[in-house]
């Protein structure tokens, strides 16, 4: 089939350096867009072209579907990478990729379609023989049917919306007494967000972990599972801590997961690379499908460290026609690997955004280290996108491993100029719960909220002067104690020497 020979990436930051990656090991020609703030960023250093496509807000930039086929087809890109967020799970952008004879490297916009509905999916899944979160099949036609539903499943309920996703018009209801408020809220929710005010119910599952499977397709029929990623320590639906494989999940419930999340892929006929997401409930004998990602995910390097392949390198073989190996339906995770990610926010402030300039950029490297970053020393941190700076994975023989690991990767990473949330991984490498790998959707919330994960004192920029002090007489007294003859001189001219430290954000 057709051989891709130039792909202009839809994306920024760390996603975009990480395929241009890929694009370079496999000796094809890579194109970026940019916005303006985005014109010395590092991807557009690292690319083999790069077009300006417009201003910061991402409407006018990074969504411009249109603009950007009609961008590929003149610089001459035979396909699209959409990496993640932005155009990634448009099945209308796809649609037009495939009108303008450009090829999306993903799944078709027919299976993204479907991903893209919930209640569609879900009755998908339902027929496919897939485990679903018990619940309704349909939307619900009214407010009486949602009472007589409801105690049919028994409280508390959820009250989800039929076209959304990530959390935006669900309502958890403890009791019937509160239904009819839930209710009539999700669907104005659901209306704002997604244009339609169509909600179900499921039964609410209390403390699960999500749990998800990596699923590779091809464009011959064959879908393969490589495994799980735990996905469960997140804050306010934002994921923070992803590791594979999962501590809670054994060799045979990866087994059954891998089969269902298969099954779930081939029911909709997908291809190139997807994530099925699944609630794995608090006595981790049950699971159920909550829906499938049709794209590339940002947590996709804990997979590959532990399987030893490049996801994005099969991403675009797969688009190229090829087919998956026999050896790939066999594979097993070896070793162990976490990944946090960066965010250019400040814990201290309870996560807010920390715009400004990185002044200071070192990441930590050594064995069993890889970081995927976006940005680099001296460039700026806008508010414009996803304040995700970079993720930082560490690989080990074994979980306990890669956990010393990657708090020795903490140790030497320094970023200054802006607040970023690495305090808040170094405390929670030292919480019990998350070293015994007690994990749920709910903990990290919940020990914030009670305090027991507060973060240690932040440095205090007015001591910087007194650590410059200290440090200047500590690597000075020992040319000066040892040799008192030679008088004063000795100590005054070590003092002369320029000493430079660097704390609370600023040099003096
Ligand atoms: C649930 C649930 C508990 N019970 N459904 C949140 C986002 C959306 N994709 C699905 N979500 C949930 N659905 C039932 N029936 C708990 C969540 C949930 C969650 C799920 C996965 C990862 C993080 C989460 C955080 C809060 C709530």
């Known amino acids: 089939m057709a051989k891709i020979n130039k792909v202009l990436i839809v994306n920024r930051g760390e996603i975009a350096v990480r395929i241009l990656r ?18 010395a960023s590092l991807p557009v250093m690292l690319a083999d072209e790069a077009y300006r496509i417009g201003p910061a807000p991402s409407r006018e930039s990074y969504l411009r579907g249109d603009a950007i086929i009609e961008l590929a087809g003149r610089i001459g890109a035979d396909a699209i990478h959409p990496g993640y967020g932005f155009l990634s799970e448009n099945a209308t952008f796809a649609r037009h990729c495939r009108e303008a004879g450009i090829l999306f490297i993903g799944p078709s916009p027919e299976a993204m379609a479907v991903m893209g509905s919930k209640v569609e999916s879900r009755r998908m899944m339902m027929d496919a023989g897939v485990a679903v979160v018990p619940g309704g099949r349909d939307p619900l036609p009214d407010l009486e049917a949602a009472r007589a539903f409801a105690a049919q499943l028994g409280y ?41 005010d169509d909600v179900y119910l499921e039964k609410f599952i209390d ?46 419930l990866r087994r059954q997961m891998g089969e269902a999340a298969v099954k779930a892929a081939k029911a909709v006929g997908y291809s190139n690379a997807g994530t099925v997401e699944f609630l794995l409930d608090a006595d981790g004998e049950s699971f159920y499908f909550l829906e499938m990602n049709t794209r590339l995910q940002v947590e996709h390097p804990v997979t590959e460290m532990v399987t030893g392949l490049d996801l994005v390198e099969w991403q675009l073989r797969i688009s190229e026609g090829e087919p998956l190996p026999d050896e790939m ?22 996560f807010a955004p920390s715009p400004g300039r990185i002044e200071v950029l070192r990441l930590p490297q050594g ?20 304040p995700m700076l970079a993720k930082l994975i560490a690989w080990g023989a074994d979980r306990d491993q890669a956990m010393r690991r990657l708090r020795r990767a903490l140790g030497e990473l320094r970023v200054e100029g802006i607040q970023t949330t690495a305090p808040l991984f170094l405390r929670l490498l030292d919480d019990p719960d998350f070293i015994a790998g007690r994990l749920d959707i709910a903990m990290l919330d919940r020990k914030m909220a009670s305090g027991e994960l507060a973060l240690p004192a932040p440095p205090n920029p007015d001591l910087a002067p007194i650590a410059a002090a200290l440090a200047h007489f500590q690597r000075t007294a020992r040319t000066t104690a040892p040799n008192p003859g030679r008088g004063r001189r000795t100590g005054w001219r070590h003092a002369a020497r320029r000493e430079s430290l660097h704390g609370g954000g600023r040099w003096i």
Do not use: W
Request: hydrophobic share 35%; aromatic share 4%.
């Open 329 to 350: 339906e066999r594979i097993e995770p070896r070793g162990h690997a976490i990944e946090v990610r960066l965010y250019a926010e400040d814990p201290y402030r309870g």
């Open 156 to 196: 508390p309920v959820m009250i989800k919306a039929a076209s959304g996703g990530g959390g935006k018009g669900m309502r958890r209801v403890a009791a019937q007494a509160d239904l009819a408020a839930a209710y009539r809220a999700a669907r104005s929710e659901a209306m704002a967000s997604f244009g339609d």
């Open 207 to 252: 403390r699960p972990r999500h749990v998800e499977i990596q699923v590779l397709g091809d464009q011959h029929g064959r879908v393969v599972s490589l495994g799980e990623r735990e996905c469960s320590l997140q804050r306010r639906q934002q994921k923070v801590v992803e590791e594979a494989p999962s501590p809670a999940v054994s060799p045979e």
């Open 367 to 386: 064995p069993g280290i890889r970081n995927d970053c976006g940005v680099h020393e001296g460039c700026e941190v806008t508010i414009h996108y996803d």
């Open 22 to 39: 890929a694009l370079a090991d496999l000796g094809k020609r890579s194109a970026v867009i940019y916005s303006d703030p985005d014109r």
